[in-house]
């Protein structure tokens, strides 16, 4: 998903992200991965990491990009997950400065590799399925496999952010109403007649 002046294109990751409910937390409901906690600053990260964080403005590393100006996004290479015997890259997207999503980009490790290390850290998923969904009271873990990623989220974070991006898109479809309902421009006045043999305009 795009946001600029409103959610451009449904994400997957903003899709699952916004599922936030009430539901009981699931088997050790995580606080983030590793060192990486919710709601940690950028240059906290850098911090923990020196020399190993990199900022990303557009690329597309796997996860559809969220462009807006209360998103920061970062990446990690060459990471060691838990659970997960080849090193990963892990992308980090902030929202107003705080740590809101995780997304772990498993590389030359296999859907299976995954899958089993999330159901030996997490328990049964809330969704289960091609990709899985693990819903808690403050945290939503998702694969999506097909893309060779999944994502942790804060979901109280999630629900901020859903409430902008909600918001963004009210203003932006009033503006498109606004225009399809302007009166149609008048055209442009004729040319003036050309006197004979006069060079034409360049």
């Known amino acids: 998903m795009f946001v600029t002046g409103m959610p451009h294109t449904a994400s997957a990751l903003l899709v699952c992200l ?4 009430s539901a009981a937390a699931f088997e050790n409901e995580p606080a983030g991965l590793g060192k990486l906690k919710f709601g940690m600053s950028p240059q906290q990260v850098e911090k923990l990491f020196p020399g190993k964080v990199r ?3 557009m690329e ?7 462009k807006s100006a209360y998103i920061v996004r970062q990446v990690l290479p060459d990471q060691t997950v838990a659970g ?10 902030y929202w107003k400065d705080k740590l809101w999503v995780i997304i772990v980009y498993y590389g030359a490790n296999s859907n299976n590799d ?30 999506v496999m097909r893309e060779r990623w999944y994502a942790i989220a804060d979901l109280a974070l999630s629900g901020e952010a859903q409430k ?11 503006r498109l109403r606004g225009q399809q309902g302007a009166a149609p421009a008048a ?11 006069a060079p034409a305009a360049p």
């Open 187 to 197: 055209p442009p006045p004729a040319a003036a007649p050309k006197a004979p043999g």
């Open 114 to 143: 995954v899958a089993e290390g999330l159901n030996k850290q997490y328990g049964k998923p809330t969704i289960s399925g091609q990709d899985s969904i693990w819903r808690g009271q403050k945290v939503q873990v998702n694969t």
């Open 60 to 66: 597309h590393l796997g996860a559809t990009p969220v």
């Open 18 to 21: 916004l599922l936030a409910s």
């Open 164 to 174: 902008v991006f909600a918001e963004d898109m009210r203003k932006a479809q009033e």
């Open 84 to 93: 997960l015997p080849a090193p990963t890259n892990v992308e980090l997207r």
């Open 55 to 57: 900022t990303l403005d």
